[in-house]
């Protein structure tokens, strides 16, 4: 074994640029590696153990089965770190060059830790997914970790079913007329079975895999120490508030009954809705590792097969499904965090209907409320172009300096752009803001550093919107509208009062704010339209002036 390790460390070496080979940076980021490289190929045999139904061995060869996840986890990022030396090394930051390597090795680190997630399973999918959830990630990680699926190997159902018996207290024939054996479906965290209860209602059974709170912590404290090596290698770079922000959702997942308070308590946010459902939650059969729910049918709300097949516009489905995000933010102040299209399904309520199923609460967020109204203040100015209210605002949530960059992050567009709303910005501008940025070598690790808690839970959560509103091919505009029209109710709130006169004013008000953004939107649009028949009325002018000078000029040639 140790001839072959050093015939593996030797070819890694050779494998390096030359440059690389001398630097005293390259040496010792090649250190780590190579220690890395001995650490996982020295457990490469046991791999074979792990290689099925992970949380089953996690609970005969606990030790073992930490130390070959870690070792993976080292000697990816281990090998990250020197490509980003390597390749990088000796190129000027502000150069051409240096952004086209640096996109070239996001591209291969992105698809290591993607290979890595997959391989370990478990958390680190959940962190993959919660990464490519975050806009601010490179779009490299964001677009090549978004494939990950919370899918996994189901546990064997010997286990499932002790800690089934064990958390409920009954034998499974005491409380199910049936119980099936084979998952419905088979996650990071957990499965769900299929049952039947005495009193013939369908239900779904999450249970919990064993072993999962010491499997997390490990897990957490390898992210936790990996990110601070990198930090250390590049210090420009940190990546601890996204460690931070993942160990407090992954926490808060692993309890079972939070996750049905959180449940029920949109379900009421939402009771009066035709639009959401959420499936009633069984409290009797309900334990911090199992949770027993009303079976509901549906299908991920990205099939557009699915839908296609039902009748269903696509479009329809965005907006519905934006109203319910920007409800959720702007007035409820309590939001679902972990909106993948897996815990949204669409089901057909006959011709052309149908109504959105929201699953899986175990990551729900309570904005602060001072927050929340600032939030809402925050959109209504940046709908209606308010930059002295944007900055005002801005500074009172604490992230005043990068007020600018507001209209960028949640609307794609710079607060001077020409173009409409809910359109891409030209490319003069995003060559005018690239060059800003770089100006300021804005740090983007020290911006979402600097974010509130709150700020960082909207973000994700806004970009999970956009990623899904985006496969079901709905314009830009559509979240915009929804956002400006929930704000303004959101602003609402504040303003409620025990006087029915005052109540019908605010209202009144609020319906005026939100026919001057519907006809703000349509204005700008309709210019947008103008602008684009100008465009083209002069490029076919321009065409036939031509055209008519080529006919003349041939014509008096041939009468030459």
């Not at 005293?24 to 780590?32: F, M, N, T, V």
């Not at 209860?197 to 936790?224: C, I, N, W």
Request: hydrophobic share 40%; proline share 3%; glycine share 4%.
């Amino acid at each position: 074994m140790s001839i072959f390790l050093q015939m593996k460390t030797r070819l890694l070496f050779k494998f390096l640029p030359a440059k690389a080979r001398t630097s005293a940076a390259a040496k010792r980021s090649l250190y780590i590696v190579t220690a890395a490289t001995v650490g996982f190929l020295s457990l490469n045999d046991y791999n074979h153990l792990f290689s099925t139904s992970p949380f089953s061995h996690a609970t005969e060869f606990p030790l073992l089965y930490a130390v070959v996840r870690c070792s993976r986890a080292l000697f990816t990022i281990s090998l990250n770190v020197a490509d980003y030396k390597y390749s990088l090394h000796g190129l000027s930051a502000q150069s051409d060059e240096y952004r086209n390597v640096l996109s070239q090795v996001h591209l291969r680190s992105a698809k290591r830790i993607l290979k890595l997630c997959e391989t370990n399973r478990g958390f680190y999918v959940k962190a993959g997914q919660f990464a490519a959830a975050i806009r601010q990630v490179p779009k490299e990680y964001s677009s090549t970790l978004s494939s990950l699926q919370d899918q996994s190997a189901p546990c064997q159902f010997n286990v499932i079913k002790d800690l089934l018996v064990n958390s409920l207290g009954q034998e499974l024939s005491e409380i199910f007329i049936s119980f099936d054996e084979q998952p419905i479906a088979a996650a990071s965290i957990a499965q769900v079975h299929h049952a039947v209860l005495k009193d013939h209602q369908r239900v779904a059974v999450k249970v919990q895999y064993p072993g999962l709170e010491d499997q997390m912590k490990f897990d957490l404290a390898t992210m936790s120490f990996l990110s601070n090596s990198v930090a250390w290698f590049f210090p420009e770079y940190r990546f601890g508030w996204l460690v931070s922000e993942f160990g407090k959702s992954i926490s808060s997942e692993l309890d079972f009954i939070q996750e049905a308070k959180n449940s029920q308590r949109v379900a009421t946010n939402f009771q009066h809705s035709r639009k959401v459902r959420v499936p009633h939650v069984f409290w009797d059969l309900t334990t911090t590792q199992v949770l027993t729910m009303e079976f509901c049918k549906g299908q991920k709300v990205d099939d557009l097969k699915y839908l296609e097949q039902v009748g269903i516009d696509p479009i329809k489905v965005a907006k519905a499904l934006t109203e319910v995000v920007a409800e959720m933010v702007f007035i409820h102040g309590f939001l679902h965090g972990d909106l993948h299209p897996g815990n949204i399904l669409v089901s057909a309520k006959g011709q052309n209907d149908f109504s959105l199923v929201l699953l899986d609460f175990g990551i729900c967020r309570e904005l602060d409320e001072s927050f929340r109204l600032n939030y809402c203040k925050l959109w209504k100015a940046l709908i209606f172009m308010n930059s002295r209210k944007i900055e005002q605002l801005s500074e009172q949530m604490g992230v005043g300096k990068y007020s600018r960059y507001f209209p960028v992050l949640f609307m794609g567009r710079p607060l001077d752009s020409k173009t409409a709303i809910g359109k891409e910005m030209s490319v003069e501008e995003k060559n005018i803001l690239k060059q800003e940025l770089k100006s300021l070598k804005m740090d983007l690790s020290t911006v979402m550093e600097s974010l509130p808690p709150d700020f960082l839970t909207v973000l994700r959560t806004d970009g999970l919107l956009v990623s899904l509103i985006s496969k079901l091919g709905a314009p830009r505009k559509v979240r915009m509208q929804s956002y400006a029209k929930y704000a303004l109710y959101g602003i609402s709130t504040e303003k409620k009062s025990d006087s029915t006169i005052k109540s019908v004013i605010c209202k009144f008000e609020t319906g005026i704010q939100i026919f001057q953004i519907r006809l703000l939107f349509d204005i700008l649009q309709f210019l947008a339209l103008l602008e684009d028949y100008k465009v083209s009325f002069t490029k076919r002018f321009r065409e036939l002036v031509i055209s008519a000078g080529s006919v003349v000029r041939n014509s008096f040639l041939q009468f030459l």
